[in-house]
């Protein structure tokens, strides 16, 4: 493991179960500077949303965690940075030349399949935002996925082009940084307004589950605190947290 002692520190592991476990153990023993970073070639236990797993070949991907203090934000709010994340990465892939978009809340998707995950878990001191761990997982140079993921898709097999790691990390915490400021500077709006913009499915009629079956409706909203709005073919608005529906692929 070594040190880099410039703002921000960077945690550089061979491998590790999971970078945002890894962080968060650091962080109970360091005082670490905002923007922080824990990067592995291998993540053996890599976790998403809810417990999902991610797969990821030694040395082909990207997969680390950022720390953020975002104590400016009011933890009721805390979802926009899920938004902000997720548009740094389509800000990223953009410069490439790569269209993307964020199926909600926070997986970023290459037409119908899934380049990038994003797992943020957030501590409060009293009724203030403290620290948050943002883990990110993307595909870039992996070509074979072997895992029971249903529909995975890396960088390399879009365009056919080997990324450099390191060049792509740097990009990424530079939009993460950017798009940070921008929440900073209470743009709400502007982020709301991209979001969806930038929302995988946000026009037009789909398949969703829940558990109470199968129904087809338009991507309506989704609220200040994440909450997902469908609008369904009888008119109806049914509104869900993480987890409580699926989209149909």
């Known amino acids: 493991m070594a040190h880099i002692n410039d703002s921000p520190e960077f945690i550089i592991l061979d491998e590790t179960p999971s970078t945002n476990t ?25 976790r998403g949303q809810q417990g999902n797993s991610w797969e990821s070949a030694k040395g082909a991907n990207l997969t680390f965690s950022v720390l953020l203090r975002p104590s400016f934000l009011e933890p009721h709010l805390q979802f926009y940075l899920s938004k902000i994340v997720s548009l740094a990465i389509i800000d990223v892939l953009h410069t490439h030349h790569i269209e993307a978009t964020i199926k909600w809340p926070n997986d970023i998707y290459i037409n119908d399949e899934k380049v990038a995950g994003i797992l943020i878990e957030s501590s409060l001191t009293g009724t203030q935002m403290d620290s948050t761990i943002v883990g990110i997982g993307l595909n870039v140079n ?38 940070y400021h921008q929440l900073q500077e209470n743009q709400f709006d502007d982020i709301d307004t991209l979001y969806f913009q930038k929302l995988y499915r946000n026009t037009g009629v789909y398949s969703y589950r829940d558990q109470n079956g199968t129904f087809v409706a338009t991507l309506h909203k989704v609220n200040a605190d994440g909450i997902l709005t469908l609008l369904d073919q009888d008119g109806r608005k049914r509104q869900y947290a993480f987890k409580e529906v699926e989209f149909i692929i």
């Open 22 to 46: 890894e962080l968060k153990n650091q962080l109970s023993s360091h005082k670490l500077r905002e923007f922080s970073i824990v990067i592995t070639e291998h993540q053996t236990a890599g």
């Open 142 to 179: 992996q070509c074979v996925f072997v895992s029971n993921a249903p529909n995975p898709i890396s960088l390399k097999q879009v365009t056919g082009l080997k990324y450099d790691l390191e060049n792509l990390l740097n990009q990424l915490l530079n939009a993460i940084i950017i798009r």
